[in-house]
């Protein structure tokens, strides 16, 4: 029984930020690779960032250098960060969490297909 709850999406204009939360429950949170996907308007799902249990980040090329994926442990929550943010950052966020962590090469990265828990999701839309 694995939930995700995400919270911190909203409206901000281009060149701010914001902070996304996901309170995770139902399962040793520390043993679980989490992750942050999007899906803009017309778009298919796309990966942001994701963290394994040793600590490792990957990052889309879409906000690398400009985003932080982190745990906050004590309050079992899984925290991203985006700054500078553009209208092409609009979308429906998602929380994602797998029990095993695949090591994600070749770019695509991270990808939908190694999560197998997600989140409802909490809209992020940047105005220009």
């Known amino acids: 029984q694995v939930r995700l709850v995400e919270s911190g999406g909203g409206s901000v204009q281009a060149g701010g930020a914001l902070t996304l939360s996901c309170e995770a429950s139902?399962?040793?949170?520390?043993?679980?690779?989490m992750g942050w996907f999007r899906q803009a308007p017309g778009k298919e799902r796309e990966g942001v960032a994701s963290?394994?249990?040793?600590?490792?980040?990957v990052y889309a090329d879409s906000v690398k250098g400009r985003s932080k994926i982190f745990k906050d442990k004590l309050r079992n929550t899984l925290l991203l960060q985006i700054d500078s943010l553009t209208p092409e950052d609009t979308g429906m966020y998602y929380c994602a969490a797998d029990s095993v962590c695949t090591y994600c090469t070749g770019g695509d990265c991270p990808r939908e297909e190694t999560f197998s828990f997600w989140g409802q999701g909490t809209q992020v839309t940047v105005s220009s």
């Open positions: 963290t394994d249990n040793e600590g490792t980040t």
């Open positions: 139902g399962y040793e949170y520390s043993s679980y690779c």
